[in-house]
């Protein structure tokens, strides 16, 4: 009885996840009111704050979630693929594809950086998670004495930088396709590679695969 | 008389740029009624609505003024130093230099992202100069057989993404110093060229410099 009680909670939660990211990624995450939530989950008001604060909270779970599968993604890459060159370029094709996969909550990312420091604080929780994996996989390289010995965390930042950029041209700015993001990304990557890794006949190697 | 009435005129405007540049760094420019900005400045609202359409127009007049001057700081130096090399790292050092000097304005800058389309495209109009720049400078290196045959745009593009990465951790979230910010764009361009040049031993006789 309880595991049906359980995922019938589960279910309900779920919907109302489902409605604000519809809501969100339609008209806004500001123009949307808490009413058309509920409204549109088809449940009560009462079940709502059973599982939610507020708007706010509505939002902070999608991020969460979504930052999650990212961060899984990646892991889940990083089991399977130990060579670190190629981790240095194709994790960042790993990122995309789940924004990719995810188009209304990738918008949804883009759009609300800064709207308050809550917010701006869940999205600092994935820039740490981001810069930590990526700043990892250059200190592996450069301890195994495959990379330079550059300094990391600008490097680090910068395909942070780039994917925000490249995701935001994509999916709210609308310059550029879905491939032409992937392209943009990895292109870069390979141009940065070229002046991180040490030997470049490794580089050869990889483009040939 | 004319020349004179057109200074008193220009003062005037000034006066109007100058109030709401300290209001939108202050209280930010959502937050910001027209009413205060025309107070401040101490004119009538007849005289601000000689001058501007409304309080987004003077946000674009700010705006454009302020990326009128990093594109003529990079211009010129540009003009000053001809070494492809050195103009793809120290552009980078001359545009921040720009940033550092307008706190106010770069807060603003960091923050109005998004606001609406015709901000965003006064926005994009400053992108694409600094992209036109950065790649014509890119693609005579390549030319000129200094630099290798990279794909141009995802590399101007990244070097845009991370200043304004970093002008946002420094001004907006203040996670980074001044010295910080310029430290982490120019370490980035350093790892970067040298996946970008050719002949490594040109970039030794640079950092000798």
Chains 1, 2 share one sequence.
Request: glycine fraction near 4%; hydrophobic fraction near 40%; include cysteine.
């Amino acid at each position: 009885m309880d595991s049906v009680k359980t995922s019938k909670m589960q279910e309900k939660r779920e919907k109302i996840l489902e409605s604000a990211l519809l809501l969100f990624a339609e008209k806004g995450y500001v123009n949307t009111p808490v009413r058309e939530i509920i409204d549109l989950s088809g449940y009560g008001t009462g079940t709502f704050y059973k599982y939610f604060l507020n708007k706010e909270d509505v939002l902070k779970v999608l991020l969460e979630n979504f930052l999650d599968q990212i961060v899984s993604a990646v892991r889940d890459f990083f089991r399977r693929e130990e060579d670190l060159y190629v981790r240095f370029i194709e994790s960042k094709r790993v990122m995309l594809n789940v924004f990719a996969r995810n188009q209304k909550m990738s918008e949804i990312y883009s759009r609300v950086h800064g709207i308050n420091d809550s917010i701006d604080e869940c999205l600092q929780v994935f820039d740490d998670h981001f810069l930590y994996f990526t700043s990892r996989n250059i200190e592996y390289g450069i301890s195994r004495g495959l990379f330079r010995d550059i300094p990391i965390t600008p490097v680090a930042s910068a395909t942070l930088a780039m994917i925000n950029y490249a995701v935001n041209l994509w999916i709210v700015k609308k310059q550029i396709s879905e491939q032409e993001m992937f392209d943009m990304v990895i292109s870069f990557h390979h141009s940065l590679a070229k002046g991180i890794v040490k030997d470049h006949s490794r580089i050869a190697q990889y483009e040939n695969i």
